[in-house]
């Protein structure tokens, strides 16, 4: 077997127990957190940018943004899990939490000083013909980010917005082939799988996505609860980063040590 699918086989063969799994994973988050400094660095920065947004006790709520708040709260609860799963190298679910950062986010905007749309998002379990009401509502996810990207939040296009959820779909958040054949490989005839993927190109396009994500979420949460947005340039700096590929920045033999 090569060197590199004893790589990214690690625990996974040797070890499938649940609890190795999960120390397996918190192992791998610190070995990237410890190998990754500029990532980690940018993803602090990002998450600082939330962080003041979800002050509950402390954050004046803007009149008639509510339900916005409580959604900017889902969208960086999903972010946190993102992070973590990133930086664990469980990048399929990874992309599946990413993308329900970008839909609290749309809901969140979507929903702004329009007190109906507010009622239909919370009334929404009430019952069937609320819930059929809220579908309708909140269904049309294009029309929602197009919306987003009219109001010039985002140094991005309606195009780019579009392409980056795609991207989170296709890669995790539906079990298409992309999602599901990233884990999987072959040597000499054999059939390889892996539950982490970590080193490499796969993780440092999941880092990527991340971060924009993160960005994009922390400053539409901003400006809904009037906070200065973050700097314009940041996208720059993720694409810097992204542009670097992860053997530059870290010796990938920790991932192929048992327990490591």
């Keep these: ?35 990754l400094p500029l990532w980690f660095t940018l993803l602090d920065v990002l998450d600082h940018y939330f962080v003041e947004c979800r002050i509950g006790g402390t954050t004046a709520i803007p009149p008639g943004r ?41 809901y969140a905007f979507y929903c702004r000083d329009d007190e109906a749309r507010q009622i239909v998002w919370l009334e929404r379990n009430d019952s069937q013909e609320a819930e059929r009401s809220a579908r309708k509502a909140f269904g049309n996810v294009g029309a929602m980010r197009r919306e ?29 082939a992309t999602a ?17 993927n970590c080193g490499g190109l796969d993780m440092r396009r999941a880092l990527n996505y991340l971060a924009e994500t993160g960005y994009a979420a922390g400053r539409v949460s901003r400006f809904l609860l009037q906070f200065p947005l973050p700097p314009l340039d940041i996208p720059m700096w993720i694409q810097s980063l992204a542009r670097i590929p992860l053997a530059e920045e870290l010796d990938p033999t920790p991932w192929a040590k048992e327990g490591a």
């Design 148 to 176: 987003l990207a009219s109001a010039d939040i985002l140094p991005v296009s309606a195009e780019s917005l579009d392409e980056l959820y795609d991207s989170l779909v296709d890669r995790g958040a539906h079990p298409n």
């Design 180 to 196: 599901t054949l990233q884990n999987m490989g072959h040597d000499d005839g054999q059939i390889l799988t892996r539950l982490f």
């Design 66 to 106: 509510t339900a916005s708040f409580a959604l900017v709260q889902a969208s960086y609860s999903y972010w946190v899990a993102s992070v973590s799963l990133t930086l664990s190298g469980l990048l399929t679910p990874a992309y599946a939490e990413m993308r329900a950062v970008f839909e609290s986010m749309l």
């Design 1 to 35: 077997m090569s060197q590199e699918a004893d790589r990214t086989s690690s625990r996974d063969v040797t070890d499938m127990s649940l609890h190795a799994s999960l120390r397996k994973m918190h192992d791998n988050e610190d070995v990237s957190i410890h190998v």
